[in-house]
């Protein structure tokens, strides 16, 4: 299939697949096959949910299975749909069939790929629920175009959720094309052979409406002896689960009442595309007494409209559409006079069921599956071309490093601190504040130039007065999380935010312009950092290390300080060593978060303690991690916090964050500060250059007007939130590329080499 000169060659289909079940299953599969017959050359990968832990015995279409509850499943088919070659995917959406609150789950999948997204929905809801809403808005906001089976479904779309009318595209459900013929034909097979029959199918449910022709089988039968209605279909095993066959026994119960045991015949299957129409075409009439009025299609009656089945239901939307115009029969919700009343003329006429049977066929060889399959492969074929090229990337002048601009951070600060979230820039007050960012702020304001004094005084105090409250003194730990009222959240914070509480006292001991900083700092950290010997992870000791070397330069007799820098750099040895393989140069046996800050402490830790084989330990893993976090390009590329917690795997690409550049950047500038190196100021510039857009997506993250940072790269662009911690990362990367190029020209300028 061809638009504007784009063919679409490759589908990636998501949704439930036989033998699953459930009408989804059948639709996707029936969707499958038919996109396979009529565009043989296209390659369609099935992505199958399961709703149990074990996978169905799926035949060799269904490319892999996603289990319904466990998220690393949809993580895994986002990274399998990417790696695939897939151009678009089409989404078969119904609430029921994804996990989390309404589905959420399978946002998940979707925020984690680029392809452009096409949704047929299955279930739509004038008055969903918070969550269904909410899901369904971000499937809109998502999809380039939404597919529905019927009118209605455009102006509830629009009406109710505020959809592009532009984006949404009306198909009817696909119907099998087998030829009209007489119902007497196949009757023996089944054993109703001298019998009216009037059908109904579906999985059993009380939504179905079963009792509504129950009672008016009385009336029936005694106009129509041999009629025997039929109910095609197993209960719904959602059903099921919640209450066993109760709606069936309540069913069979009603039917002893009325006396009409012998005019009824139960089928509790599950039957297949093929067997389904045999049922439908043995039959004289077709029956959907269903008792939701807003039910926007239907599978069953879809497929008694194809094969050209005289039609009598309730008047949900669906059948209003499909049987308007003299193509069926409505009558009222729950009116079983009005359905004996019409049965019993259909039944009793033979030309006008027949004429009826056929105006339903006509209408069928509209909606036959090859049909379907025609004009959804067109909007894919339409959505692919118009999505934008990007080209391959030429190298470019490396940009201008940023001006450091504290303009983002003092917008996400108030007397208390800096607050930890943002929607867009606006701070977001909900999730208060934590010492992480307090912490980073207040070594920010040490190293950020042309700040007024006045200025650096009330925000360095700021900073500082939220790490000194958080000290809990009976617990001997810094807090880490503060709601917006200022009530503390925990009694101890993590060991990263203890770690990290600790560096900054050190690098404020050392750093600050202000001496009564500079002794608050050293008091503080005499009075808490004993806590470092008590830091189990690696990272939380990094962080520690990093404040005592600070510390270290201040005060070179800080015995505590050595103590913190001798005690952990012969245990991350030994970590490298249990973990270490060939091709594995790694403390640990996975990549999580702030990477380089493993060997930016031991280098700090190296030259402080004049050890060389920590100094070059941690030159060979910032070697190793800045291999890991160069793109084939050669770009800087974060390392994914997808690719957190994959024992021996080599990272994945998304969701890139802030802080790792960051990281990168320092652990840089200890390595060029303590070997001259120039390979290191080039590594520090490359990933200084993923803020400004020299990046895998060719975004920039910063916000040069004010110096905001958005929060990430994801595979869809960029996450445009502005929290403190990718804000602070920005300008914590642009204050040390700023020294890094004026130390690097003092030397240059004192060689007299170029710089």
């Not at 296209?42 to 299975?65: C, F, I, K, N, W």
């Not at 109703?192 to 089988?217: D, H, N, Y």
């Not at 139960?266 to 045999?278: G, I, K, P, Q, R």
């Not at 700040?451 to 880490?480: C, G, H, K, M």
Request: proline share 5%.
């Amino acid at each position: 299939m061809q638009h504007d000169g784009v063919t679409i060659d490759h589908i990636a289909l998501i949704g439930n697949a036989l033998p699953r079940k459930c009408g989804i299953a059948t639709y996707t599969s029936d969707t499958l096959q038919a996109l396979r017959a009529s565009f043989p050359e296209v390659r369609v990968d099935l992505y199958a949910m399961d709703d149990h832990q074990a996978p169905y015995a799926y035949g060799p279409e269904v490319t892999r299975s996603i289990a319904q509850n466990n998220l690393a499943d949809y993580l895994a088919a986002a990274r399998a749909i990417e790696a695939s070659g897939a151009q678009v995917i089409w989404l078969q959406h119904e609430y029921g069939i994804f996990g989390g609150a309404a589905g959420e789950h399978v946002l998940t999948l979707l925020d984690r790929t680029s392809l452009p997204l096409i949704v047929t929905l299955h279930t739509l809801l004038e008055k969903p629920s918070a969550d269904e809403r909410r899901v369904l808005e971000e499937l809109l906001r998502r999809a380039a175009k939404v597919i529905v089976m019927a009118e209605r479904g455009r102006e509830i779309l629009t009406r109710v959720y505020g959809a592009n009318p532009r984006q949404l595209v009306s198909i009817p459900h696909g119907v099998p094309d087998r030829a009209l013929v007489d119902p007497d034909l196949g009757k023996p097979r089944f054993g109703w052979q001298g019998r009216q029959v009037v059908l109904t199918f579906g999985l059993l449910s009380p939504g179905k409406g079963i009792e509504t022709m129950i009672r008016a089988l009385p009336a029936m039968v005694a106009e129509h002896p041999r009629l025997l209605y039929v109910v095609l279909g197993a209960t719904h095993p959602n059903l099921v689960a919640h209450e066993g066959e109760r709606y069936r026994h309540t069913l069979h119960a009603l039917i002893a009442e009325l006396g009409v045991a012998n005019h009824v015949e139960f089928l509790d299957t599950f039957v297949e595309h093929d067997e389904l129409v045999d049922y439908l075409q043995a039959a004289d009439l077709f029956v959907t007494p269903y008792a939701n009025p807003a039910q926007i299609t239907s599978g069953a009656l879809s497929y008694a409209v194809g094969v050209g089945k005289a039609v009598v239901s309730t008047p949900y939307v669906h059948a209003t559409e499909i049987l308007g115009d003299g193509h069926g029969v409505l009558v009222d919700f729950g009116d079983s006079a009005a359905f004996a009343r019409e049965i019993n003329h259909l039944l009793g006429s033979d030309r006008d069921r027949r004429r009826l049977s056929e105006r339903a066929y006509a209408r069928g060889r509209t909606m036959v599956w090859p049909r379907l399959a025609e004009r959804a492969l067109a909007e894919m074929a339409e959505v692919v071309a118009q999505r934008p090229i990007r080209h391959p990337a030429t190298p470019a002048t490396p940009a201008q490093p940023l001006r450091p601009d504290i303009a983002a951070v003092l917008r996400m600060s108030d007397s208390t601190g800096m607050l930890q979230h943002s929607i867009y820039s606006v701070p977001d007050r909900r999730h208060g504040y934590c010492i992480d960012d307090n912490a980073r702020a207040l070594m920010l304001m040490h190293i950020v130039p042309e700040l007024s004094d006045a200025e650096y005084d009330r925000w360095t105090t700021i900073y500082a007065s939220f790490v000194q409250y958080a000290w809990n003194p009976d617990e001997r730990r810094f807090r880490n999380f503060m709601a917006f009222d200022r009530t503390w959240c925990e009694d101890t914070g993590s060991e990263d935010s203890n770690g990290r509480a600790l560096w900054a006292l050190g690098v404020t001991a050392r750093d600050s312009r202000l001496a009564k900083h500079r002794d608050w700092a050293h008091t503080l950290f005499d009075a808490t950092a004993s806590l470092a010997f008590d830091l189990g992870s690696p990272r939380a000791q990094a962080f520690a290390m990093l404040g005592a070397a600070a510390m270290l330069e201040a005060r070179p007799g800080h015995e505590l300080a050595r103590a913190i820098l001798q005690r952990f750099p012969d245990e991350h040895l030994a970590l490298l060593g249990e973990a270490r393989r060939p091709e594995w140069r790694w403390f640990e046996i996975v990549l999580a978060y702030d990477n380089a800050r493993l060997p930016q402490a031991l280098i700090r830790a190296g030259v402080a303690l004049e050890r060389a084989d920590l100094l070059q330990c941690g030159l060979d893993t910032l070697d190793w991690i800045v291999g890991m976090q160069t793109s084939p390009e050669g770009r800087f590329r974060a390392v994914g916090t997808e690719s957190f917690g994959r024992p021996y795997e080599e990272p994945l690409p998304f969701d890139q964050q802030p802080l790792e550049a960051q990281a990168t950047i320092d652990a840089c500038v200890a390595a060029w500060e303590a070997t001259g190196d120039e390979r290191w100021r080039t590594e520090a510039t490359k990933a200084y250059g993923w803020y400004l857009g020299s990046n895998d997506l060719d975004l920039p993250l910063a916000s040069k007007a004010d110096g905001g940072c958005f929060d990430g790269l994801m595979p869809t662009g960029l996450n445009r939130n502005q929290g403190a911690e990718s804000i602070l990362a920005l300008q914590m990367a642009s204050c040390a590329i700023s020294t890094l190029s004026r130390a690097r020209a003092t030397v240059a300028g004192a060689t007299g080499t170029a710089a």
